[in-house]
């Protein structure tokens, strides 16, 4: 039957778009030559069907990684999130598409990174 075909979007848990941000920008981070990747741009999409995700990247921050590596990291884990969530109903993304102004998003380091200069 055709029916399990609509249980995927029942599958996916709400996430808001500043917290799906920050888990696909860790995600790519965590692969070993993309620690220097600095994020993502989240826009809410309308799906076409039930099975398809609410959302897509908009923007890429690549910082000093190659791109070519972690664009292939980031196309993997944009995969597997848009299975696993959909955007929540946030208020505040509400109002900030009314308005249509960019907001610029500091994603925190851990200051314990050496630099490859420091190892040195």
Same mark, same amino acid.
């Given at each position: ?9 029942? *599958? ?16 790519? *981070? ?17 799906? %076409? ?12 921050? /690549?910082? *000093? ?19 696993? /969530? ?9 109002? %900030?598409? *009314? ?22």
């Amino acid at each position: 039957m055709v029916w399990h075909l609509l249980d995927i979007s029942d *599958k996916r848990r709400a996430i808001s778009r500043k917290n799906l941000e920050s888990a696909i920008t860790e995600a790519v *981070k965590s692969s070993s030559d993309c620690a220097t990747f600095v994020g993502v741009i989240i826009q809410r999409q309308q799906p %076409k069907s039930r099975s398809e995700p609410d959302w897509s990247i908009r923007g890429v921050r /690549f910082g *000093k990684t190659d791109r070519e590596k972690s664009g292939k990291v980031l196309a993997a884990v944009v995969e597997r999130f848009q299975r696993e /969530f959909s955007l929540s109903d946030d208020k505040n993304d509400r109002r %900030k598409g *009314k308005r249509a102004q960019l907001e610029v998003l500091q994603i925190p380091r851990n200051e314990e990174v050496v630099s490859a200069s420091e190892h040195d």
